[in-house]
């Protein structure tokens, strides 16, 4: 099973500034990569798909980059809604979900 | 508008059973499959099970494989989840998702629901 894992596990970041998060895959899933937005109390919500595709409704100012093994998810300019835990998940292989361990995006 | 609202959860003791529902609107719902997904309190995703759209396939995580019986109702836009044989570890929020697929093959997940929690304790 591939082994998805995520750096940092915390990110502290002031407001307006940018966030950069990192995943990476233990082999590759190609550009079978999804990123998911996780607010507390509240579910996961999609933001990017095919590694880089935002999903529906998501701002520009999330994007997503790389294929492999290394992924990237960029704030470019942080929100205040924005502080939350990010989770890359990987689709190339079985079984149907597998999640990183997530990078929490805290206020600096 | 997708929605997807769980139900069923609480408190059961160890070796207990409990019966997930998701009641599923503004889609196809037979069109889709759904998979189930839990978070244990303070820890991160875990895929348990997933069903296709005719529900025909049924797939499990190998921690609830005989434990775990996933199922649909597409008359009644419901997915399901039995659980039985509880454990402690068993504790968790519990969602349902939705997949832009009609078969179980690995792909990300478009629409969650809220979650329902579920504590096994004695």
């Known amino acids: 099973e591939i082994v998805m894992t995520q750096s940092p596990a915390t990110l502290s970041v002031s407001p307006g500034e940018r966030a950069t998060l990192s995943c990476r895959a233990s082999q590759s899933v190609s550009s079978n990569l999804a990123w998911y937005q996780q607010k507390p109390g509240q579910a996961p919500r999609l933001l990017i798909y095919g590694a880089s595709t935002r999903a529906t409704g998501i701002p520009a100012r999330f994007s997503g980059s790389g294929s492999g093994t290394e992924f990237t998810l960029t704030i470019s300019s942080l929100q205040s809604e924005d502080f939350a835990v990010y989770y890359c998940q990987q689709y190339n292989n079985w079984p149907p979900g597998v999640f990183g361990p997530g990078t929490k995006v805290d206020i600096k | 508008e997708v929605q997807l609202v769980e139900s069923g959860g609480g408190l059961v003791q160890p070796g207990g059973s409990l019966r997930l529902s998701c009641a599923a609107s503004?889609?196809?719902?037979?069109?889709?499959?759904m998979s189930w997904v839990r978070q244990a309190p303070g820890k991160g995703l875990e895929w348990v099970s997933a069903?296709?759209?005719?529900?025909?396939?049924?797939y499990y995580a190998d921690s609830v494989k005989g434990r775990f019986t996933i199922s649909r109702d597409n008359s009644k836009n419901t997915l399901y989840l039995q659980m039985n044989s509880l454990r402690a570890e068993d504790t968790a929020v519990y969602y349902c998702?939705?997949?832009?697929?009609?078969?179980?093959?690995?792909?990300?997940?478009?629409?969650w629901g809220q979650g329902t929690l579920v504590t096994v304790s004695s």
């Open positions: 503004g889609f196809t719902f037979s069109s889709y499959a």
């Open positions: 069903i296709s759209g005719s529900g025909g396939s049924t």
């Open positions: 998702a939705k997949v832009l697929l009609t078969t179980v093959v690995p792909y990300y997940f478009d629409y």
